[in-house]
């Protein structure tokens, strides 16, 4: 069901839209028509990827019998350096002029974002020293992107004063292309730079997880509308100073037989903290686990910063297709 | 379909189901070393009951042994590879999360590096067609 929409409105669109679709004007290697095609083609890799990973092992269970799990390490190996191509093009876009283009021109203007980038990442090397290849090359990526908007920014403004006389479109690009900068950073921290610990505490004992204290209080039994838990009070401590309480739950559904682990998340704004209560033990004692995601919000920021730049297109679209009405016909106009 | 994926996996994550029955308790290896080999070791094997949850997340009965056999095959000084195949051949392929080069599975490795291809062939056409269209009259300046 899900499938046959799925499959069924983007057919129904295509059939509806292609007859307006007419081959353009000519336009060179170096140019923005370029950039949005290499974009289509790079998104659109990625998500065929993506269907025959989650595919592939349904079709071959139906077909062979043979069952075989797709994991995360596959899309590590198949996306990510598609995306790492998109992300180290996708600076070029906005820059390139449509139709015609300059591409050491171009490269000119993001000499000081690839520069930025290429600190920032060597920086970010030193900084972690045992640190992992994907996390030093999402850093360069996600500060690439975000000079690149910047760049792309300061060069249609001239000036910071100038700044908020840019049109809609400009922005469009700069906080899509830019919050997938920041998302990249959030995507880093949140994978490779993470911490976790487990450990089993009796009430008053501590456990350290990257730089904060852990320290289990009291577990007790709770009943809830429709489900028991056990609801346990920790202490998180920062150097030794108490910074706050939660209160992990693990809860049992009678009416369903199962139960649920239901985390405490604390986040600072630059980190996430999740403090899960796992198993419990005799004599009052609680296996606790912790996990430490440095950067996770910016996942939650950088895609709000996206989702605005798609606002800003479909305004500057509209915008767009108001000032044009008097040339072209109001139902094309309206369908755009 | 993917991002419906994402989220039937994000659902799972959050609300990972805790059976009634308990594993193998958790306890640690003692040396911080082999414990780390168990966690990354864990993070590549799945747990066999659960939806593409690894044997790390699941709080499955299951899960909680192999966390536990894992650990005893790492002190009993068994490589990691040793760990894996012994797994395979009693759970199968399916155990690993990273799926095995085959013939049956040479069409999901390589089948992205031909659509690859094929996908930079038709960009490559595209382009070069448009640069040998004639110079449009009227110019489609939009930035």
């Known amino acids: 069901m899900i499938m046959a929409v799925a499959i069924g409105v983007p057919l129904a669109l295509y059939a509806w839209r292609a007859s307006s679709m007419t081959p353009g004007a000519r336009f060179e290697v170096a140019s923005r028509e370029t950039g949005i095609l290499a974009n289509n083609f790079l998104l659109t890799g990625a998500a065929a990827i993506t269907?025959?990973?989650?595919?592939?092992?349904?079709?071959?269970?139906?077909?062979?019998?043979?069952k075989l799990s797709v994991g995360p390490p596959y899309y590590v190996a198949t996306v990510i350096p598609l995306m790492a191509v998109l992300a180290l093009l996708m600076p070029f876009g906005p820059l390139l002029p449509w139709r015609r283009g300059n591409l050491s021109a171009t490269l000119r203007l993001l000499r000081w974002a690839l520069l930025v980038a290429l600190v920032v990442a060597i920086g970010a090397l030193v900084l972690f020293s045992p640190g992992s290849l994907l996390g030093i090359v999402a850093v360069f990526f996600g500060t690439w992107l975000i000079a690149?908007?910047?760049?792309?920014?300061?060069?249609?403004?001239?000036?910071?004063?100038?700044?908020?006389?840019?049109?809609?479109?400009?922005?469009?690009?700069?906080?899509?292309?830019?919050?997938?900068?920041?998302?990249?950073?959030?995507?880093?921290?949140?994978?490779?730079?993470?911490?976790?610990?487990?450990?089993?505490?009796?009430?008053?004992?501590?456990?350290?997880?990257?730089?904060?204290?852990?320290?289990?209080?009291?577990?007790?039994?709770?009943?809830?509308?429709?489900?028991?838990?056990?609801?346990?009070?920790?202490?998180?401590?920062?150097?030794?100073?108490?910074?706050?309480?939660?209160?992990?739950?693990?809860?049992?559904?009678?009416?369903?037989?199962?139960?649920?682990?239901?985390?405490?998340?604390?986040?600072?704004?630059?980190?996430?903290?999740?403090?899960?209560?796992?198993?419990?033990?005799?004599?009052?004692?609680?296996?606790?686990?912790?996990?430490?995601?440095?950067?996770?919000?910016?996942?939650?920021?950088?895609?709000?910063?996206?989702?605005?730049?798609?606002?800003?297109?479909?305004?500057?679209?509209?915008?767009?297709?108001?000032?044009?009405?008097?040339?072209?016909?109001?139902?094309?106009?309206?369908?755009? | 379909m993917s991002r419906l994926f994402g989220l039937v996996a994000l659902f799972f994550v959050l609300a990972s189901p805790v059976f009634a029955a308990e594993g193998a308790p958790f306890q640690p290896l003692a040396d911080p070393a082999l414990e780390a080999r168990a966690r990354t070791l864990q993070k590549e094997l799945r747990c066999p009951f659960c939806e593409l949850q690894s044997i790390d997340e699941s709080n499955a009965p299951l899960a909680a042994d192999l966390r536990k056999l894992i650990r005893d095959r790492i002190a009993a000084g068994e490589s990691d590879e040793d760990i894996k195949s012994y797994l395979v051949e009693r759970y199968g392929a399916f155990i690993l999360m990273q799926p095995p080069?085959?013939?049956?599975?040479?069409?999901?490795?390589?089948?992205?590096?031909?659509?690859?291809?094929?996908?930079?062939?038709?960009?490559?056409?595209?382009?070069?067609?448009?640069?040998?269209?004639?110079?449009?009259?009227?110019?489609?300046?939009e930035s």
């Open chain 1, 51 to 66: 269907m025959l990973g989650t595919l592939y092992p349904v079709l071959l269970d139906a077909v062979t019998g043979t």
């Open chain 1, 148 to 336: 690149g908007a910047v760049t792309d920014l300061y060069r249609r403004a001239g000036s910071l004063r100038m700044l908020r006389y840019l049109s809609v479109a400009a922005w469009a690009a700069a906080l899509g292309h830019g919050g997938l900068g920041v998302l990249a950073f959030g995507a880093a921290g949140a994978t490779v730079w993470k911490s976790e610990n487990a450990a089993i505490l009796r009430p008053g004992e501590t456990m350290p997880i990257a730089g904060y204290g852990l320290r289990l209080e009291r577990a007790e039994q709770v009943t809830g509308p429709n489900y028991q838990a056990d609801r346990a009070t920790i202490t998180v401590l920062r150097n030794g100073r108490e910074e706050g309480v939660v209160h992990p739950e693990k809860r049992f559904y009678p009416a369903e037989q199962t139960g649920t682990t239901f985390s405490s998340i604390r986040t600072t704004g630059l980190s996430d903290l999740h403090v899960v209560l796992a198993e419990p033990r005799e004599g009052g004692a609680w296996v606790v686990r912790a996990y430490v995601n440095p950067l996770a919000p910016f996942i939650w920021i950088g895609a709000v910063i996206m989702a605005l730049g798609g606002f800003c297109g479909v305004l500057a679209r509209l915008r767009r297709s108001r000032a044009s009405r008097v040339a072209v016909p109001a139902a094309v106009s309206a369908a755009e």
């Open chain 2, 101 to 141: 080069v085959r013939t049956d599975t040479y069409f999901l490795w390589f089948g992205p590096i031909l659509l690859l291809i094929a996908g930079a062939g038709i960009v490559a056409v595209t382009v070069a067609r448009a640069r040998k269209r004639p110079e449009a009259a009227e110019l489609e300046s």
